[in-house]
């Protein structure tokens, strides 16, 4: 595994890191303050993770103001999944629809 | 030496189906039909015709893919191009009769080595990576 891979992994291992990724790959953009009403532990330990997870390139911050955002980045993820072979599960199981349509077709 | 972002990939999957080449056109054809095994749409089978691809996967988050019709070949060969998630794809469907009834095969070509591209507005794919996500980190456990 590479160095980058191996952060990934321990990136997301946590489960309040994880889940505040979640959220963000779900719902979009959230300032600190809205990530901290539903995370269950205080503002200075969401910062910390969302530190975490931005060193790890999985998250990017833009500053309004007072504010900063926080969003998503799935470019991160891409050593992790395997596209093509993702799109062959995805027409195998379409294929499997198509058949049950045809048999049904038969009246 | 060739450039690896330059390089495409390709997924092919066949399948031996036991109903004729016309039904299974008419399968991959009709709208109403198309709807049933693979996403809402507004296909016609007209070659320049674009049309969206549809599919609810969670109540607020659905994946639609841009698609537009090359080539038209009743019974035998329908290809379109296949737009989401950042990248541009081509699909081609191609039927063959055989004794046994009918050889499907869909290829879909044009897949960046660089996989990056493909996470380009990736919000919609979120269900499917967590899914693949999951797998890999019980694999990591």
Redesign the interface.
Known sequence: MTDAQDAL?RT??DPTRRGLF?RL??E?EKTVGALTAQAGVSQPVVSKHLGILKQAGLVRDRHEGRQTHYS?Q??A??P?????S???GF??S??D??????KR?DQ | MTHPAAETRSVIVEREIAYPAEKIWRALTQPHLIEEWLMKNDFKPVEGHKFKLRRDTQADIGVIVDCEILSVKPNRTLSYKWSAYGVETIVTFTITPTTAGTHLRVEQSGFQSDQRRAYNGARASWPQFLAALEKVLARVN
Do not use: N, Y
């Open positions: 992994f997301l291992a979640e790959c779900r979009g998503a799935l470019g993820l891409s992790l999944i395997d596209w093509t993702q799109m062959a027409w195998q379409r294929f629809d198509l058949e049950d349509l045809l077709m």
